[in-house]
């Protein structure tokens, strides 16, 4: 049942002024005069999507529902754990989407889409109607092993931004000099590959020149990783025995941990830490699961269009998608929010979707702030699935002189205020 | 030489010049504005092609697809784009207001 009164007040109370002209968005129900997409999750994947809609077709409405206020990227959310920036570097607001764009932003809790009636169902009750949905769920994490809700709060993830990572920069800045920053870095799918080992790239940084006599140890739960040659070069090069990455086969596995102890038990030994980042087993966002777009741990996905092999009229994007191969990046989240807004603005005007799409994708990572090292590829879109053009792509070279991998650093900047600005401005 | 052959090259394929598409264009500009802005309107370092001769951008597209121009990074998306399309793409930043 809709509670109309209830809506109204939402919409009043949580949207900019722009929209309270356009009384037809006040109703509940479908408007007969336009179409609307509601877009559900307002990150890399989402706040993309919104943007673009609207770019593409400034007559469709276009609802965006975020929980939260203000949301801060995971991308440089690294340096602000290793003191380089502060945590307002990477936090962002949706007034320029609404103002400038005519996004209507929401600030409610989601409990779930409904695709029997193509609807979106608040927390709060209330049920409103699209005609399309884009949703961008992100991640959420595998509780086992030891490693529950609450924990962390003794032994932060800092893989959501935002408190966990302050409070990861608080953890590092009580650490004695001397004391063992300890990394979990979990199993294959997650979110961001090298995100991990920027962090501990950071995070060495930061320890060799404030408490130089501390170490790292990474206890890893697979045997390989993203950009290994050029991080291992990087860590070499600039911090020598400070890290120690210990794979899955040899002394990584985690049997069990401690948090509020920060003690973790391998099949070897049990390692205390001073400082404990533990990443999750990751799957996707809580909201897949409860609309059921998920087949497994992720949601699977028309790949020419993202819409949701299980639910019609639901596009998925971003992390919990199986986009293979792209990487879960912000960088592919993005990319794929474009895709998704424009094939959508051309199922709506029953136009022939574009085929084969195109996405693209670049991961640059800081070892230090001055070295930066890159991956990119570019994909088409198949029916079988996404595929990297063969000989395009690639890492940055292996041996390569400073002044190149500052050159990467410098770029790396530039990509995260280029590609925040094209999300929320 | 190299440098004739590289005019010879581009003016050869002046002559295959494609049609604009402006959906293809639309299409294929989306994922450079990661890092060139949107609508390649930087407001960092990396360059703004936004308004950009379609000439010269189709020229040093092509030249970083063909291994003439290195930088960190434009040499590994390039060599992912037909000729075609990259021509398509230098359309589209063409028209669009700086």
Known sequence: MINRRHFNKILVGSVALSFAACSSITNVSLPKDRKRVIVVGGGFGGATAAKYLKKFSPETEVILIEQNKEYYTCPFGNTVIAGINDIDYIKHDYKILESKYKVKVIHEKVKKLDGATNSVILENGDKIPYHKAIVSPGIDFKYEKGYVKGSEQFAPHAYKAGAQTTLLREQLEGMQDGGTYVMVAPANPFRCPPGPYERVSLVAHYLKTHKPNSKIIILDQKNSFSKQGLFQEGWENLYRDMIEWRSVEFGGKVLSVDPKRKEVTTEDEVVKADVLNYIPAQKAGQLAFDSGLTKGDWCPINTKTFESKLVKNIHVIGDATIARSMPKSGFSANSQGKVAALQITRLLKNKPVVNPPKLANTCYSLIAPNYGITVAAVYEAHEDGIKAIPEAGGLSPMGADPSFRALEAEYAVGWYQNQTADMFR | ?98
């Open chain 2, 1 to 98: 030489m190299k440098k004739l052959l590289l005019v010879l090259f581009c003016l050869c394929n002046f002559m295959y010049a494609v049609e604009y598409d402006a959906l293809q264009g639309k299409m294929l500009s989306l994922s450079c504005a990661s890092c060139h802005g949107t609508d390649g309107k930087s407001i960092t370092i990396t360059p703004y092609i936004a308004g950009m001769s379609k000439t010269v951008m189709y020229q040093t597209l092509l030249a970083y697809k063909n291994g003439e121009k290195t930088g960190t990074m434009m040499q590994k998306h390039a060599k992912g784009f037909t000729d075609a399309e990259l021509e398509q793409i230098s359309y589209y930043f063409s028209k669009v207001e700086r």
